[in-house]
């Protein structure tokens, strides 16, 4: 399994990002797949998930209404579309796939991505 994140970089606050992540080695279409975050020094925080097969999406509290998670299964890819970003979003952004229960807990994903970075100055 592979997941390649990219997307992040350098934004003022009030500004927006869209994260991307491409997959391969796993069935897609059948996968869940999500975002995390983690701050220097802080755990691993859940951001986002998008089920298979068009079930309903969840976001963390922190972010709830400002970002939006998306897929399309024919590219194998999933997004991350970050808005009214604060500096508090900064963080090493990870895409990950295939959870196998609480979808809350980064332990419970059996793949990861290798992280984008998110800067967001004030």
């Known amino acids: 399994v592979q997941l390649q994140a990219s997307g992040g970089g350098l934004v003022q606050a009030g500004g927006y990002l869209n994260l991307s992540c491409v997959a391969s080695?796993?069935?897609?279409?059948?996968?869940?797949m999500a975002w995390f975050r983690q701050a220097p020094g802080k755990e691993r925080e859940f951001v986002a998930v998008?089920?298979?097969?068009?079930?309903?999406?969840y976001y963390g509290d922190s972010v709830e209404g400002r970002f939006t998670i998306s897929r399309d299964d024919r590219k194998k890819m999933v997004h991350l579309q970050l808005n009214a970003l604060r500096p508090e979003d900064t963080a090493v952004y990870y895409c990950?796939?295939?959870?196998?229960?609480?979808?809350?807990?980064?332990?419970?994903?059996?793949?990861w991505g290798q992280g984008t970075q998110v800067t967001v100055s004030s």
């Open positions: 990950a796939a295939d959870p196998h229960g609480n979808y809350y807990l980064p332990s419970k994903w059996r793949s």
């Open positions: 998008i089920p298979r097969r068009g079930g309903s999406t």
């Open positions: 080695g796993i069935p897609f279409s059948d996968t869940d």
